[in-house]
Every structure is written in C-alpha cells, then in structure tokens.
C-alpha cells in the first residue's frame, strides 16, 4: 500500500526559507507523478507545484513561481519542496500528493490524486 508523508513545516518570517520533505513507502517514487498541494483555511486546495511521469516539473503556480521549487531523490523514495523569500500568504497547510505514473503525465488538479498526506503547517509571520 502507498502511503506518503510531509514533514518538515514549521513558523519562518517573511523573505525566510523552509523545505518540506514527503517521505513515499509501498512503491518506487519513479513510479509515482507527484505534486504539492497547499490549503488555507475558507479556500480551496491548490496545486503549488507538481512533476510530470518522467520528474520534470510541469507545473508552478503564479504565486511561487520564482521562489519554490520541487525535486525528487529517488533511491530515498523522498520528494521535496523548497520554499524561499516566504510570504504571509503562503501560510497554509501543505500536502503531498502522489499517483501511480502509469498511463499519466501530470495535473494540478486535486482529484487526479490517490495518495495523500495528512498535510504539515506553514506558518510565516510579517
């Protein structure tokens, strides 16, 4: 069974940087398209950034592009999100998400994903 799970979210003040690591177990990370979400309470779930099938990422939303990015150590099975020049509006709750690569490229859509974490806390102050 897969299972994936975030770690790593904490308080930073703005223009700070976190990384959020998502541990993968039950099946090879290069088998899986992964992608982050994040949610702040009274909105939607959003894609931050996500990988295509083949690791190369395909998607960054406008409010971090330049600023977060994500990357992958597959021998690890880990998946990672850097976060620099943080704002208050990143404050959220962070999520990994992952799904079988298989007949998939890539999505920023929610629904197209079947593993999920329990979500970690970022918190940045002004």
């Known amino acids: 069974q897969v299972q994936v799970a975030e770690s790593g979210g904490g308080l930073a003040q703005t223009g700070g940087s976190l990384r959020l690591s998502c541990a993968a177990s039950g099946r090879n990370l290069n088998s899986l398209v992964v992608a982050w979400f994040r949610q702040s309470p009274g909105k939607e779930r959003e894609c931050v950034v996500a990988?295509?099938?083949?690791?190369?990422?395909?998607y960054t939303a406008d409010s971090v592009k330049g600023r977060f990015t994500i990357s992958k150590d597959n021998p690890k099975n880990m998946a990672y999100l850097q976060m620099n020049n943080l704002k208050p509006e990143d404050t959220a709750v962070y999520y990994c998400a992952a799904r079988s690569a298989y007949g998939f490229i890539w999505s920023n859509h929610s629904h197209d994903y079947t593993y999920w974490g329990q979500g970690t806390q970022v918190t940045v102050s002004s």
């Open positions: 990988f295509n099938k083949v690791g190369v990422t395909a």
